[in-house]
């Protein structure tokens, strides 16, 4: 037995300079993307697709049309924690914007502008464009340049997107001395958007936004001048961007997105190393591929135990005040749709006390979502079902109150056709 666990295990192994998920089955960098910039790729290269150059802002705003992105998801970071941080600081913030499935990082005087999608195969994937003026602009796939921050452990070695809260000094270098910590929706108000510009009222709240540590302060770090801040203009010149906001319900969504893009990842991964193993050893046994093992079970079972959690905002950090954002971000985003017959929608938000009036996440009818592989699909539409009928016995969906798990399911009845026969035993 020994003799038969090396022999299988070791091609799954990856060596110490080689990543799991640049191994089969997933082959990460080998594999083709299939997203939503993998397609304006595409468009680019065959001439379908042209983007024009503003000579102030380079490729944003065309970019941004071309993947159907608002300018009112902008978010403001400026703290000096990505690829162009020499570009980075309180002066020249970096501007995020982002729509369902892809993310564009804009640098003042960038050499580049970045972009990230969730691919439904791949998790993310990265993107760059040289910030020249060019007839045919091209768009180039990044692998181990951004891997080294959005592929490692604290992130659960998968292709990821993530969010950071640190304190920063006057010019946005982080001050890691005082710690830092990588935000989700569970994480308290009080412990976000350090490093982040923050536009939104949230009453006697507290959060890290729009915070600058002097060299030789002392903690607890007074914030309040960068509580319920609506505009930013005595602390940059927000003309050099496409909006003066930074928008905290903006802020919010960005976090539970890259929550559950990251967790749908994980899910497809953990689905596909575990029936790749399973064959493997079933091959090796003389049994039929698909004999299953308690393992791959529970190995399944566990990534979407976490996906579903996520789903229905297990965890979540709750609002003690209501909140309100600057852009508009909240207004455009809930007009998106889908709605049942009486005008429901999981967009909706609430605000007062939670996120959304019916936490269940807008991602289900995401590309990601339904392009999990079957094994995994199929136990996290049951579990899902069970909590939303009041079937699961756990106590980890208690927040959920019987009227909110009506509402739930009759709105993905009506928006999600088919989803509860995706519940294959």
Same mark, same amino acid.
């Given at each position: 037995?020994?003799?038969?666990?090396?022999?299988?295990?070791?091609?799954?192994?990856?060596?110490?300079?080689?990543?799991?998920?640049?191994?089969?089955?997933?082959?990460?960098?080998?594999?083709?993307?299939?997203?939503?910039?993998?397609?304006?790729?595409?468009?680019?290269?065959?001439?379908?697709?042209?983007?024009?150059?503003?000579?102030?802002?380079?490729?944003?705003?065309?970019?941004?049309?071309?993947?159907?992105?608002?300018?009112?998801?902008?978010?403001?970071?400026?703290?000096?924690?990505?690829?162009?941080?020499?570009?980075?600081?309180?002066?020249?913030?970096?501007?995020?914007? &982002?729509?369902?499935?892809?993310?564009?990082?804009?640098?003042?005087?960038?050499?580049?502008?970045?972009?990230?999608?969730?691919?439904?195969?791949?998790?993310?994937?990265?993107?760059?464009?040289?910030?020249?003026?060019?007839?045919?602009?091209?768009?180039?796939?990044?692998?181990?340049?951004?891997?080294?921050?959005?592929?490692?452990?604290?992130?659960?070695?998968?292709?990821?997107?993530?969010?950071?809260?640190?304190?920063?000094?006057?010019?946005?270098?982080?001050?890691?001395?005082?710690?830092?910590?990588?935000?989700?929706?569970?994480?308290?108000?009080?412990?976000?958007?350090?490093?982040?510009?923050?536009?939104?009222?949230?009453?006697?709240?507290?959060?890290?936004?729009?915070?600058?540590?002097?060299?030789?302060?002392?903690?607890?770090?007074?914030?309040?001048?960068?509580?319920?801040?609506?505009?930013?203009?005595?602390?940059?010149?927000?003309?050099?961007?496409?909006?003066?906001?930074?928008?905290?319900?903006?802020?919010?969504?960005?976090?539970?997105?890259?929550?559950?893009?990251?967790?749908?990842?994980?899910?497809?991964?953990?689905?596909?190393?575990?029936?790749?193993?399973?064959?493997?050893?079933?091959?090796?046994?003389?049994?039929?591929?698909?004999?299953?093992?308690?393992?791959?079970?529970?190995?399944?079972?566990?990534?979407?135990?976490?996906?579903?959690?996520?789903?229905? &905002?297990?965890?979540?950090?709750?609002?003690?005040?209501?909140?309100?954002?600057?852009?508009?971000?909240?207004?455009?985003?809930?007009?998106?749709?889908?709605?049942?017959?009486?005008?429901?929608?999981?967009?909706? &938000?609430?605000?007062?006390?939670?996120?959304?009036?019916?936490?269940?996440?807008?991602?289900?009818?995401?590309?990601? &979502?339904?392009?999990?592989?079957?094994?995994?699909?199929?136990?996290?539409?049951?579990?899902?079902?069970?909590?939303?009928?009041?079937?699961?016995?756990?106590?980890?969906?208690?927040?959920?109150?019987?009227?909110?798990?009506?509402?739930?399911?009759?709105?993905?009845?009506?928006?999600?056709?088919?989803?509860?026969?995706?519940?294959?035993?």
């Amino acid at each position: 037995m020994v003799a038969l666990g090396l022999l299988l295990g070791s091609p799954r192994l990856a060596p110490a300079d080689e990543d799991e998920f640049e191994l089969p089955p997933i082959e990460y960098s080998k594999s083709e993307p299939h997203n939503a910039a993998s397609k304006l790729q595409q468009r680019l290269e065959s001439g379908e697709q042209k983007l024009a150059f503003d000579k102030k802002l380079g490729y944003l705003p065309a970019l941004l049309e071309a993947l159907k992105i608002p300018v009112d998801s902008q978010l403001l970071v400026f703290s000096k924690t990505s690829m162009q941080r020499s570009h980075i600081s309180p002066r020249t913030p970096r501007a995020i914007y &982002f729509n369902d499935d892809v993310y564009v990082g804009y640098c003042q005087r960038g050499e580049v502008m970045e972009i990230a999608a969730a691919d439904p195969q791949l998790g993310a994937v990265f993107y760059s464009i040289d910030q020249q003026d060019e007839a045919q602009p091209a768009m180039t796939r990044q692998t181990q340049t951004c891997l080294q921050c959005h592929g490692t452990s604290p992130v659960e070695n998968i292709p990821a997107l993530v969010a950071r809260s640190l304190f920063t000094d006057g010019s946005g270098q982080p001050l890691l001395s005082e710690g830092s910590r990588y935000v989700d929706p569970s994480t308290p108000l009080e412990d976000r958007w350090g490093g982040w510009y923050v536009t939104g009222l949230a009453g006697k709240q507290k959060h890290l936004g729009n915070l600058i540590v002097q060299r030789g302060d002392k903690r607890p770090f007074d914030n309040v001048q960068g509580l319920n801040v609506t505009e930013l203009g005595d602390r940059f010149r927000v003309a050099n961007y496409l909006s003066p906001h930074s928008d905290l319900v903006a802020l919010m969504v960005f976090e539970h997105q890259l929550q559950v893009h990251n967790l749908l990842t994980k899910a497809n991964f953990e689905t596909r190393r575990a029936l790749a193993y399973q064959a493997d050893l079933n091959k090796a046994l003389g049994d039929p591929a698909d004999t299953p093992l308690e393992s791959t079970t529970r190995r399944i079972a566990n990534a979407g135990d976490k996906l579903v959690e996520a789903l229905l &905002f297990v965890d979540e950090a709750p609002l003690t005040e209501p909140i309100q954002g600057t852009s508009g971000f909240a207004e455009s985003f809930s007009k998106r749709g889908p709605s049942d017959e009486k005008g429901r929608s999981l967009r909706e &938000f609430d605000l007062k006390t939670r996120m959304f009036k019916y936490p269940c996440s807008f991602l289900i009818y995401s590309e990601g &979502f339904d392009a999990l592989p079957e094994a995994v699909k199929s136990y996290v539409v049951r579990k899902l079902e069970a909590v939303l009928r009041g079937e699961d016995p756990s106590g980890k969906f208690s927040h959920l109150s019987t009227a909110d798990r009506t509402a739930i399911l009759e709105i993905l009845k009506a928006t999600k056709p088919g989803l509860w026969d995706e519940a294959k035993p």
